[in-house]
């Protein structure tokens, strides 16, 4: 099969679970908004914000360390079965210590945040460290469909008790933590009979070797998670007022929501594509592969960040009346270009796992949490939270830059730099006419559909010509 079908096909089917089920999961933001005042969502978005931390703490990188050593141990087996007890020592652990814990946990964190809270989120967080290796294991098979199917599973309970707590039982915002454990607790308990039916092998010298090459990864995942979580709890700690600073979080927490669709196709794209450019590396034309990905990625994202800023009257009617406030245009615009060169940097970074000198991950995440917390605690004081979207722009717009020049020198990749800049340049130009111009949606819509025909013509594939 064409590679590039392939990965299509791949991302295609993961998207059921990403892309259709968060797209579901989308749909409890105009419940939350119209059901919760923005302090209270703003409760929600900081909790969240940790969790995405901890999340990446409690894996250590070991996902993306199963894929390389999978391709190398001849026994997969015990690749998964040490990455596996590895986790769910950590994972205990960590339980353990939040819950003895949680009322210091919780008065450290302030105004809304209650210790059952804290206990509950333990529990998830570890348990969705435990099942993440073994969703790990059917990327790598390419068990696609089942993998589609136990995210589904998860997100439909998480959904359907989100709508019977909050609509149905009419009870508060401490229900949506709840449907939460829940559906972590069933997802463990699908994947438990394929944990018990495993041969369990600790292997130490490989499990040594799997720290080894994850370590940078962590520091990079933690870096890169200040650069996409931090603001929201900046925000808390760098504005007065403490219930007012909990609605600016429910604002701009609501507002980063809009931009979800940008994060769907990235984060789908990224189930697909990490075990694709591994099972590719060293076939005959494996960095014409990456560029040609890479270019039609931005083309993809491109038409995303076009269709939300065209449509965005439509979009804000997704929440409620009380988040319709008139600097939402602009962040979720900001946030949109973010989101899209945070994508273009997925793509390049695959230089250093392939090359495995994951350590420059780590430095070039470093580096973006340096420009993020730099700026967010300029800008923060100043202009609120369009200072934290401008922040987080500047941090992967920087990244991106960095990765390329440093990739040319260890993993050089023919990417079509001018040609992407094309489209960029043009996608710009397109949404500055939208933001100063007059003209109503469905005239701006012909420029997005301009664009797609301009982007099919120059990528249409040329006959051969017969001699």
């Known amino acids: 099969m064409n590679p590039l079908k392939k990965l299509a096909g791949h991302t295609v089917i993961y998207g059921l679970s990403s ?31 940790y969790v995405a931390f901890l999340i990446i703490l409690l894996t250590y990188g070991f996902e993306t360390a199963f894929f390389n050593f999978s391709k190398k141990e001849e026994n997969k087996n015990n690749v998964y079965t040490t990455a596996l007890i590895s986790l769910s020592i950590s994972s205990v652990f960590f339980i353990g210590i939040s819950l003895f814990y949680a009322q210091e946990i919780s008065d450290w964190m302030g105004y809304g945040i209650k210790a059952k809270y804290i206990q509950w989120f333990a529990i998830i967080i570890g348990l969705d460290a435990v099942s993440s290796i073994s969703f790990a294991r059917l990327r790598e098979e390419e068990k696609a469909i089942k993998f589609a199917s136990i995210k589904l599973i998860n997100i439909l309970v998480n959904i359907g008790l989100n709508l019977y707590f909050i609509v149905v039982r009419g009870l508060g915002i401490e229900y949506i933590f709840v449907a939460n454990l829940i559906s972590s607790i069933i997802t463990i308990l699908l994947f438990t009979p394929e944990m018990l039916m495993s041969k369990l092998y600790f292997d130490k010298v490989l499990w040594r070797k799997m720290i080894a090459y994850s370590l940078p990864l962590l520091i990079a995942g933690l870096a890169g998670m200040i650069n996409e979580t931090i603001d929201r709890i900046l925000l808390k700690k760098l504005l007065d007022n403490t219930q007012n600073v909990a ?6 927490g609501a507002f980063y929501k809009l931009s979800i669709i940008m994060l769907l196709f990235i984060q789908t794209f990224r189930f697909a594509a990490e075990p694709f450019f591994f099972s590719h590396h060293k076939e005959k034309d494996d960095r014409k592969v990456y560029a040609d990905v890479m270019k039609y990625f931005t083309i993809v994202t491109i038409i995303i960040f076009l269709s939300v800023t065209i449509f965005y009257d439509f979009v804000i009617g997704f929440l409620g009346k009380s988040y319709h406030d008139e600097r939402g245009f602009v962040v979720v615009s900001i946030l949109l270009l973010a989101n899209l060169f945070l994508g273009v940097y997925y793509n390049l970074s695959i230089w250093y796992k392939l090359t495995e000198k994951t350590k420059f991950g780590a430095y070039i995440s470093i580096f973006g949490a ?8 300029i800008l923060i004081p100043k202009i609120g939270f369009i200072g934290s979207a401008i922040a987080t722009l500047v ?36 949404y500055f006419i939208i933001y100063f111009s007059d003209l109503n949606t469905w005239l701006n819509s012909l ?3 301009g664009f797609i025909i301009f982007a099919y013509i120059l990528e249409k594939p040329k006959p051969i010509q017969k001699l």
Do not use: H
């Not at 340096?370 to 605690?377: C, G, K, P, Q, R």
């Not at 020049?405 to 710009?428: A, D, H």
């Open 447 to 449: 420029f997005l559909i």
């Open 19 to 49: 892309v259709v089920g968060r797209l579901l999961n989308y749909l409890l933001v105009p419940l939350y908004t119209r059901f919760f005042i923005p302090s209270d969502y703003g409760v929600v978005t900081e909790i969240y914000a």
């Open 370 to 377: 340096i420009i993020t917390l730099s700026l967010n605690f």
């Open 395 to 430: 941090c992967y717009f920087s990244m991106t830059i960095v990765s390329y020049f440093i990739g040319k020198k260890y993993f050089p990749i023919p990417y079509q730099i001018i040609r992407i800049s094309v489209y960029l340049s043009i996608m710009l130009a397109i």
């Open 247 to 252: 609605s600016e979080i429910g604002l701009y």
